[in-house]
């Protein structure tokens, strides 16, 4: 780390940025606004010297789109206007950092990481299938950390790739539903008139089907009875996780805040809470976890930032082009417009493109259109997308983790039962979201 670096952190405005944002969820003057887009500006240059070298692989092809797309467009107002939008995004993982920070020092999750002691091999995949989808729902990838050492040391190469695969499957099918996610907060931005509870509730049930298809699919010899004895040890985290869940939908329908914002204002609340009630030793490890995982997201902030200025210009350029009008020509029917949504943000992560910046293409082109799809549904299809990325795609961080975390070739867990997990929950998925729209979404 060079000495600019050291002088000059990041950290301390990420802090003042998530601070404006709560201010701004009462009160929101243009002024609060202007000085959060030059913020962030100071923030992605601070950092940019500590990103990763594949954070930079990824950013630069789309920064210099944006600015060509700026040049030729003459959008330079969509470039502060997406470093204003991702403003919102400092708060939002400033929120996920401290959630974590209070997660792991809640009993249910000490309890969570004892739960496999003397379970019979057949449990394992059920357990870690769940264990993956409740965990990871709160703490995304960083349930693969509480799981992966539950392995023993000398497990076996195909145990190691087949808990691997299925924890994958769990926590992959999060995001479908759980607004702790990166995806629900971002596709949240593109579709802002969704209820949280409403996406919350289609998510769990998509969720739900999924997991039973997994099981069905890899798990078949496990009876229900069985599978209960080894996931139960799950149960006391299924309430902290819904009282949350409930407490965002409720703020959000109440208030009239998006899920992002009400996630927002409902952490610090929970937080607080949490504090005054632990220790003083577990409430000094919260705090200084908090200020060491702030700067652990610089990349996913970069990242973020850089997709939603790409996002903002292509939507000025896709409208000059007429992109959007050769689709509507088109006159492609409902099932045919969820299938392209999921279909495009999954393969193009197979092709090694980020699902941030396929989910905003896909929204940027569909959400104009008459496609009769109602938004709801096209905002869960671009979350079943995300899933399906982050389950096989190639630069998505949950399977560098899962791989890293178990020690199991990258190759291994894109090009494997998970693929084929994809494409049946997949297909399946255009089917009910289709059925979903007609029955109970049609305007």
Same mark, same amino acid.
């Given at each position: ?64 789109? %944006? ?10 107002? /969509? ?90 499957? /769990?926590?992959?099918? %999060? ?7 990166? %995806? ?22 998509? %969720? ?14 496990? /009876? ?8 139960? /040890? ?210």
């Amino acid at each position: 780390m060079n000495l600019f670096s050291r002088l000059v952190r990041s950290e301390p405005i990420l802090f003042v940025l998530w601070a404006n944002e709560l201010v701004r969820l009462v009160w929101s003057p243009p002024a609060l606004q202007a000085a959060s887009g030059w913020l962030m500006m100071l923030y992605v240059a601070l950092s940019f010297s500590r990103i990763r070298r594949g954070t930079v692989v990824l950013c630069a092809p789309l920064a210099a789109l %944006a600015i060509a797309l700026a040049v030729a467009f003459d959008q330079w107002a /969509g470039v502060i206007r997406g470093f204003e939008n991702a403003a919102v995004f400092m708060a939002f993982f400033g929120s996920i950092v401290l959630l974590r920070a209070v997660a792991n020092q809640r009993a249910e999750i000490t309890r969570a990481r004892s739960l496999f002691t003397g379970l019979r091999a057949e449990h394992t995949n059920g357990a870690f299938l769940m264990g993956a989808h409740l965990i990871g729902s709160v703490l995304v990838v960083g349930v693969l950390a509480i799981l992966a050492p539950i392995l023993k040391d000398d497990a076996d190469d195909t145990t190691r790739r087949r808990a691997a695969e299925v924890s994958q499957r /769990g926590m992959c099918l %999060a995001p479908l539903w759980s607004p702790f996610w990166v %995806a629900s907060a971002f596709a949240a931005q593109q579709i802002p008139g969704v209820p949280a509870w409403q996406i919350m509730m289609l998510g769990l049930g998509m %969720a739900a089907i999924g997991l039973v298809l997994a099981h069905v699919m890899y798990a078949r010899d496990v /009876g229900v009875a069985d599978l209960w004895r080894a996931v139960k /040890g799950f149960a006391p985290i299924v309430p902290s996780v819904a009282v949350c869940a409930l407490m965002i939908a409720g703020l959000s329908t109440v208030a009239g805040l998006s899920t992002l914002k009400a996630l927002i204002a409902t952490i610090p609340m929970l937080a607080v809470l949490s504090l005054l009630a632990a220790r003083a030793a577990q409430a000094r490890e919260i705090v200084s976890e908090t200020w060491r995982g702030s700067s652990r997201v610089c990349d996913e902030i970069v990242v973020v930032t850089t997709a939603l200025i790409l996002g903002r210009v292509l939507e000025a350029a896709v409208k000059d082009v007429g992109v959007g009008d050769m689709i509507g020509a088109l006159a492609l029917p409902g099932w045919a417009v969820i299938a392209c949504v999921i279909a495009t943000i999954t393969l193009a992560s197979l092709a090694g493109i980020h699902q941030l910046v396929s989910i905003i293409v896909v929204l940027v082109v569909f959400m104009p259109l008459d496609t009769g799809v109602s938004d709801i549904v096209m905002m869960e299809a671009a979350l079943v997308g995300w899933g399906f990325a982050s389950m096989v795609g190639v630069t998505a961080v949950s399977t560098a983790t899962a791989s890293a975390m178990f020690k199991v070739p990258r190759a291994q867990l894109i090009f494997g039962p998970n693929l084929v997990f994809v494409a049946v929950f997949g297909t399946l998925c255009v089917g009910l979201l289709t059925l979903a729209d007609v029955i109970f979404f049609a305007s």
